[in-house]
């Protein structure tokens, strides 16, 4: 019988494969050992060699500031004072030519901090600790792995010289599987990611994640290019693989100098960050003289701003004047643009613009755009092809415009021809980086008999008068009311709820104020949208309009809607006080982004549930281009399809620790037709299982048949004390997990009912108790072994 591979075995394998790609192999035991190596690395590398005095002074500058800090400090050179009074530069990192660094691997190193630790595998560039890799042997969970890391970072990765808070990449392996993650102090285990091949193929197996991840050169271009230092957070980013083969691709096609292109990377996969780090990596070509990246202006939130700012100060001018973007378009100094699609169409469509802009017209200029699949892109890029001579193009989407739903809009490949890049929303879900769908249908249409009308009888009654009738929207809202907390965990998470038109939202809004009234809920329930008239369009290609962010022009066929939303921000001023109005466009802006600010913080650790909205009311807005990951449910009582459709599911499907297991759709419009087309178009046709959940009884009989399972190992709660083995105290840990993962799902479904489980609620809580005694006491022993 052979013999499963030890962690030491694992450990000896993984140097001597790194050391054929190129890493020499180095002894090193404890801090003393790491600083004088780090001497002669640092000295080899700046060809010079450094007296003890001034290597003190290296060693005092890099000890300084925290984690992301000091990432700042090894990308940049120090001026050092010599002994002799004259100055010289040191480079710690050379990010520019990555391969003309100096490689070592070393293993167990001793670091004396709270406890004494000792790590794994060591990879030293420059003699600097950039990529720290934790081993567990094959058969034990990943998760271990991770908090061991996370142990260390208590306990004494600050310690010493704290050199190891120089680590910008984790790698963790069992050897089967195998991920990697930049180094942030506080994150959850869902930031961890599998390396993958350009057809998003996952590399698992440590020996081939060696070779393709952690050879030499591959590993410090990673650093050098594709970790993100994320300014507004203070944190670093590392690019997902998807993410890296985007940027490749485009850069690719800049040094070549010809041809546009698009991304497709489904919603919710960080394509903003994508597309800043293109744009961030274009600007180094000396032969490109501008790079423009273009969003809408709904998205040009606050955090994008402070993030372009911070790497091309002045870069974001964001208020609304085009004179600002045409002095940065003129500006030979300026490398990086950000604007928003309206101003990039005012300043090369006026006439008075013509002067200032004849300069730029026939220069290398590329175009990056964060979402395009906008309604009104294609004017606006007719506008840039016409108007630049050497424009070259480059967009990102979740939701593509393809031949299947033109419908008399240009493709996407029509205006950017070549697909670059292709991640859809199945390998998403499969790398868990976006979470499944949960899709209800309520309110189907009857007869007074009860049975569902046939599509024939549908399409002979007014659709209109019946959707926004007094009893239907009564009971829609009766529904959300009774049903909200069970769908947001007793509020935890908060839902966007679109309907068909303003008149149907004011409806809507108006039933649910009532009833606040009554005493019947005490939801805080707010609204937004834009005052003139957009009826559903049943032959609609599925594209939500770009909400108008100033509400739209008021007039005397809009001023009723205007009254309307005014009486509503003022509840909302009650609610919140605040001082909102929408009497101008520039009072509309300021309401929408405190909206979207307010809806965002949930998440925050100084989030007061008193400041958060329950329930955002719209008809289009916010349904694309919004990220809020604490929005778990849509509630949708408005016709989608295609893009639209998978657009407004998306807003639920952001990853958000172990609470948020789905994305709740509650439909109140038979959109099932609907929702299985969309599927089908944006990721293949066998997509569907991928994408939503199964239904109640599915999860129901998962449960009941995991409770069989647990009887196995313990019977009762009692007997769970009497497990003796590591081996049967492990099988109660992932058994008893397990029930908790379905039980979550469970519990956010309508018919949900403790009464279908095999496991009553006491005899529940009596193993979880165990289930938590025992995770405390394993995390005890663990932190006791390692000191």
């Known amino acids: 019988m052979t013999a499963v591979q030890s962690e030491a075995q694992l450990e000896s394998a993984l140097i001597k494969r790194l050391v054929s790609l190129g890493w020499n192999q180095i002894e090193i035991k404890d801090s003393a050992t790491l600083e004088r190596n780090l001497k002669a690395q640092l000295e080899a590398h700046n060809g010079t060699t450094f007296s003890s005095d001034e290597f003190r002074r290296i060693l005092n500058h890099l000890e300084k500031g925290s984690v992301f800090e000091k990432a700042k400090t090894l990308r940049d050179r120090m001026t050092l004072q010599r002994d002799d009074g004259t100055t010289s530069y040191v480079q710690f990192f050379n990010a520019q030519e990555w391969c003309r660094n100096r490689y070592q691997v070393t293993s167990q190193v001793t670091q004396e901090g709270s406890y004494k630790t000792r790590y794994d595998v060591t990879l030293l560039v420059n003699g600097l600790p950039l990529i720290q890799i934790e081993l567990k042997r094959r058969g034990m969970e990943l998760r271990e792995a991770f908090n061991q890391i996370n142990r260390y970072h208590r306990h004494s990765f600050w310690a010493g010289n704290a050199l190891f808070q120089y680590v910008q990449i984790f790698v963790i392996s069992n050897g089967v599987n195998t991920k990697y993650y930049a180094n942030n102090r506080h994150q959850d285990f869902k930031q961890t990611f599998f390396w993958a091949d350009e057809d998003n193929e996952p590399i698992t197996r440590l020996e081939?994640?060696?070779?393709?991840?952690?050879?030499?050169?591959?590993?410090?271009?990673?650093?050098?290019?594709?970790?993100?230092?994320?300014?507004?957070d203070k944190a670093l980013m590392v690019l997902r693989p998807y993410q890296y083969y985007a940027v490749e691709r485009i850069l690719d096609r800049v040094m070549k100098g010809r041809k546009n292109g698009y991304i497709w990377h489904t919603t919710g996969s960080g394509k903003t960050l994508t597309s800043f780090k293109a744009s961030q990596v274009i600007v180094e070509n000396p032969k490109v003289a501008k790079v423009v990246f273009v969003v809408d202006r709904a998205d040009l939130d606050y955090q994008t701003t402070k993030e372009f700012n911070y790497f091309s100060p002045g870069s974001v001018d964001g208020t609304d004047n085009t004179k600002a973007l045409v002095d940065q378009l003129s500006d030979p100094d300026t490398k990086l643009v950000v604007t928003t699609i309206q101003?990039?169409?005012?300043?090369?469509?006026?006439?008075?613009?013509?002067?200032?802009?004849?300069?730029?017209?026939?220069?290398?200029?590329?175009?990056?755009?964060?979402?395009?699949?906008?309604?009104?892109?294609?004017?606006?890029?007719?506008?840039?092809?016409?108007?630049?001579?050497k424009a070259q193009l480059f967009g990102f989407t979740g939701t593509p415009i393809l031949v299947e739903n033109a419908i008399g809009k240009r493709t996407t490949s029509d205006l950017f021809e070549d697909c670059l890049h292709k991640y859809v929303i199945t390998?998403?879900?499969?790398?868990?980086?976006?979470?499944?769908?949960?899709?209800?249908?309520?309110?189907k249409l009857r007869k007074k008999d009860g049975t569902l009308m046939t599509d024939e009888e549908v399409a002979g009654i007014d659709l209109k008068e019946f959707f926004e009738s007094e009893k239907r929207v009564d009971g829609v809202v009766d529904w959300v009311i009774e049903n909200h907390d069970r769908k947001t965990h007793n509020r935890q998470f908060s839902a966007i709820m679109c309907t068909g038109s303003v008149d149907a939202l004011t409806k809507t809004y108006e039933v649910f104020r009532r009833k606040k009234a009554e005493g019947k809920h005490d939801l805080k329930v707010a609204t937004i949208f834009t005052f003139a008239a957009n009826e559903e369009d049943e032959d609609a290609n599925g594209l939500i309009g770009e909400p108008d962010v100033t509400g739209g022009p008021v007039n005397v066929t809009t001023q009723h809607s205007r009254d309307k939303l005014a009486s509503y921000v003022a509840d909302y001023n009650a609610m919140f006080g605040t001082n909102n109005s929408v009497d101008n466009g520039k009072a509309f802006y300021v309401y929408y982004k405190g909206l979207a600010k307010r809806m965002k913080q949930r998440d925050r650790k100084d989030f007061v549930p008193e400041q958060g909205i329950d329930i955002l009311l719209v008809v289009n807005m916010f349904l694309t281009g919004f990220d809020a990951k604490t929005c778990n449910t849509l509630y949708v009582d408005k016709n989608l399809r295609y893009h639209g459709l998978i657009q407004a599911f998306s807003r639920t499907n952001r990853t958000l620790g172990q609470k948020k297991s789905q994305g709740n759709i509650v439909c109140f419009r038979n959109l099932k037709e609907k929702v299985d087309e969309a599927i089908a178009l944006f990721s293949n046709k066998e997509a569907r299982d991928t994408i939503l959940m199964e239904p109640y009884q599915a999860y129901v009989d998962q449960f009941n048949e995991a409770v069989v399972e647990l009887m196995k190992i313990a019977a009762t709660p009692g007997m769970v004390d009497k497990l003796a083995s590591e081996e049967d105290i492990l099988a109660f840990v992932r058994a008893f997990r397990e029930l908790i993962r379905i039980r979550n799902i469970l519990t956010s479904f309508t018919e949900y009912s403790d009464d279908d489980l095999a496991l009553d609620p006491q005899r529940f809580e009596d193993f979880k108790s165990k289930y938590l005694d025992i995770h405390d006491r394993v995390k005890s022993n663990q932190e006791d072994s390692e000191h």
Request: some cysteine; overall charge negative; charged content about 30%.
């Open 343 to 389: 101003k990039l169409n005012t300043a090369i469509t006026r006439e008075r613009h013509e002067a200032d802009m004849a300069g730029i017209k026939d220069e290398r200029v590329v175009f990056v755009f964060d979402e395009c699949h906008r309604s009104q892109f294609g004017d606006t890029h007719k506008n840039i092809v016409a108007y630049f001579s």
């Open 208 to 232: 081939a994640f060696t070779d393709a991840f952690l050879e030499k050169c591959f590993v410090s271009k990673m650093i050098a290019k594709y970790v993100v230092l994320h300014e507004s």
């Open 427 to 443: 390998d998403a879900i499969r790398d868990e980086n976006v979470l499944r769908f949960s899709v209800e249908y309520w309110g």
